[in-house]
């Protein structure tokens, strides 16, 4: 059989299969990449922007404390004087306490803006001015000089220092507010961006997916296109293995058709030639015999050695003639040759061979060919089987020929080399040439069983038998 050479459209589906899948892992790898580092990004981005905005509400919120106890100092300074209590004096503790801390948390937002730091360090300035203002007041009116510190409120000192103070606080809370809107922007911007990536990115994904598809069903039309090939190559070579098989079926056939004839005709040349010579030879001896009225001792010694060489001579060519072409199997049918091939069998070894054999009308070549298996796994059983038990059977049912041999001795394993194997393998080569099935099932310890089965075959006109020898 021809080996198959490599085909056109293999090559080219290993060509596409090559550079579609790294295109493909290339793509996906490159969308991933894309996705993580515009997700990373707009976090990073908006990360930093809220950040940054919640350091400005921060320094926003400080600023507005800070104006907030500037205004609760100056309205507890102005309840105190006017009233003298003392639970005035209580809010402007604390609202000194808390213009401290507003005051540190502007230092620490500004610590890297070198301009603002100084507003910063102005607003401090101003601020304790104010304090230290409503301070001398409160102080003068514990000390009873009511002229004193009526002199020093009346004076424009608190409100200018509560301008000066108004006036950095707007600066640094103009800029606050400015900044917030950038950050805020900022954000926009960011969200806006990560907006535009992921429907880019989604866009790619879908264009991405597309080309996916589109190359997934390439792919499955060259895999269907492939396994039609793959299908007709396969058809093609089981057609041409069931040719070639059905060839050497009928060639295997015509060599046992032959081989049979060639037995037949060396058993006939055997029974015509040698068979004739022999009986001439024994005739003539008997002849002899008459015609010496008083043989010496010598020569009736000689005369008796003789004829009992001719007999075995004889009995050699009927072994001879039996082994190449059964004269029951020829005369008398399968059935009859079989029993008396059990018949053989039982006198040689003692085995006991039931036997159910149906008269069946058979072609010469199913006859021979059953007779052979038949003959064979009889004389594997002589040989090797060392059963104590066989059974026989032939039978002709729903238009098929059922041959069977089993036996209850030691079994084999599967042994390739061996002689039964061989001869067991010849024989399902016979039956199969003919169109029938060979088993046989067998084990170690537990007998074997020969099974053939053939098709029904119309009985065509017989060869004519040989006849029969004369008798010594």
């Given at each position: 059989?021809?080996?198959?050479?490599?085909?056109?459209?293999?090559?080219?589906?290993?060509?596409?299969?090559?550079?579609?899948?790294?295109?493909?892992?290339?793509?996906?790898?490159?969308?991933?990449?894309?996705?993580?580092?515009?997700?990373?990004?707009?976090?990073?981005?908006?990360?930093?922007?809220?950040?940054?905005?919640?350091?400005?509400?921060?320094?926003?919120?400080?600023?507005?404390?800070?104006?907030?106890?500037?205004?609760?100092?100056?309205?507890?300074?102005?309840?105190?004087?006017?009233?003298?209590?003392?639970?005035?004096?209580?809010?402007?503790?604390?609202?000194?306490?808390?213009?401290?801390?507003?005051?540190?948390?502007?230092?620490?937002?500004?610590?890297?803006?070198?301009?603002?730091?100084?507003?910063?360090?102005?607003?401090?300035?101003?601020?304790?001015?104010?304090?230290s203002e409503a301070a001398e007041t409160i102080a003068l009116y514990d000390a009873g000089s009511h002229a004193a510190w009526q002199g020093l409120v009346l004076t424009d000192i608190g409100r200018e220092k509560m301008e000066a103070v108004r006036r950095v606080a707007d600066v640094l809370l103009a800029t606050e507010e400015r900044r917030i809107a950038g950050e805020r922007a900022a954000i926009y911007r960011t969200l806006e961006v990560g907006r535009l990536s992921v429907h880019g990115l989604a866009?790619?994904?879908?264009?991405?997916?597309?080309?996916?598809?589109?190359?997934?069903?390439?792919?499955?039309?060259?895999?269907?296109?492939?396994?039609?090939?793959?299908?007709?190559?396969?058809?093609?070579?089981?057609?041409?293995?069931?040719?070639?098989?059905?060839?050497?079926?009928?060639?295997?056939?015509?060599?046992?058709?032959?081989?049979?004839?060639?037995?037949?005709?060396?058993?006939?040349?055997?029974?015509?030639?040698?068979?004739?010579?022999?009986?001439?030879?024994?005739?003539?001896?008997?002849?002899?015999?008459?015609?010496?009225?008083?043989?010496?001792?010598?020569?009736?010694?000689?005369?008796?050695?003789?004829?009992?060489?001719?007999?075995?001579?004889?009995?050699?060519?009927?072994?001879?003639?039996?082994?190449?072409?059964?004269?029951?199997?020829?005369?008398?049918?399968?059935?009859?040759?079989?029993?008396?091939?059990?018949?053989?069998?039982?006198?040689?070894?003692?085995?006991?061979?039931?036997?159910?054999?149906?008269?069946?009308?058979?072609?010469?070549?199913?006859?021979?060919?059953?007779?052979?298996?038949?003959?064979?796994?009889?004389?594997?059983?002589?040989?090797?089987?060392?059963?104590?038990?066989?059974?026989?059977?032939?039978?002709?049912?729903?238009?098929?020929?059922?041959?069977?041999?089993?036996?209850?001795?030691?079994?084999?394993?599967?042994?390739?080399?061996?002689?039964?194997?061989?001869?067991?393998?010849?024989?399902?080569?016979?039956?199969?040439?003919?169109?029938?099935?060979?088993?046989?099932?067998?084990?170690?310890?537990?007998?074997?069983?020969?099974?053939?089965?053939?098709?029904?075959?119309?009985?065509?006109?017989?060869?004519?038998?040989?006849?029969?020898?004369?008798?010594?």
């Open positions: 059989m021809p080996t198959p050479r490599p085909r056109p459209w293999r090559r080219a589906h290993w060509r596409a299969a090559r550079w579609h899948m790294p295109l493909s892992v290339a793509l996906a790898v490159l969308l991933a990449v894309g996705v993580f580092a515009g997700a990373e990004w707009t976090y990073q981005r908006a990360l930093d922007s809220l950040v940054n905005l919640g350091g400005r509400d921060t320094a926003r919120n400080a600023l507005q404390t800070v104006m907030r106890r500037l205004l609760d100092i100056e309205s507890a300074q102005r309840g105190y004087l006017l009233t003298g209590r003392a639970a005035y004096l209580q809010p402007y503790q604390a609202a000194r306490a808390d213009l401290g801390n507003a005051i540190g948390r502007l230092h620490e937002h500004y610590r890297t803006d070198p301009e603002l730091a100084r507003l910063v360090d102005t607003l401090e300035e101003k601020s304790l001015q104010k304090v866009l790619l994904s879908l264009l991405a997916y597309i080309f996916f598809l589109r190359n997934n069903a390439a792919l499955q039309a060259s895999q269907v296109t492939h396994a039609a090939q793959l299908r007709a190559e396969r058809d093609a070579f089981e057609q041409q293995v069931r040719q070639r098989t059905e060839e050497l079926a009928l060639l295997n056939l015509g060599l046992q058709e032959l081989r049979e004839g060639e037995r037949g005709g060396l058993a006939r040349a055997l029974h015509d030639d040698l068979g004739a010579l022999l009986t001439t030879a024994k005739l003539d001896l008997t002849r002899l015999r008459h015609a010496l009225s008083a043989p010496s001792a010598d020569v009736s010694a000689r005369l008796q050695h003789l004829s009992a060489t001719l007999d075995q001579g004889i009995e050699t060519k009927r072994r001879l003639m039996e082994g190449l072409m059964p004269s029951a199997l020829q005369n008398l049918g399968l059935q009859a040759a079989l029993e008396q091939r059990a018949d053989e069998l039982h006198q040689r070894t003692g085995v006991a061979v039931e036997r159910d054999l149906q008269p069946l009308e058979l072609d010469a070549s199913t006859r021979q060919a059953l007779f052979a298996v038949a003959q064979g796994a009889l004389s594997n059983v002589e040989r090797h089987a060392g059963a104590s038990r066989v059974v026989l059977r032939l039978s002709g049912e729903d238009g098929a020929i059922a041959l069977s041999v089993a036996d209850n001795g030691r079994g084999f394993a599967e042994r390739g080399g061996s002689t039964s194997a061989l001869g067991l393998r010849n024989l399902r080569h016979r039956i199969e040439s003919l169109g029938g099935t060979f088993t046989v099932r067998s084990a170690p310890g537990d007998g074997t069983h020969v099974e053939v089965r053939l098709p029904g075959r119309e009985r065509p006109t017989e060869p004519t038998a040989l006849p029969e020898d004369p008798p010594a």
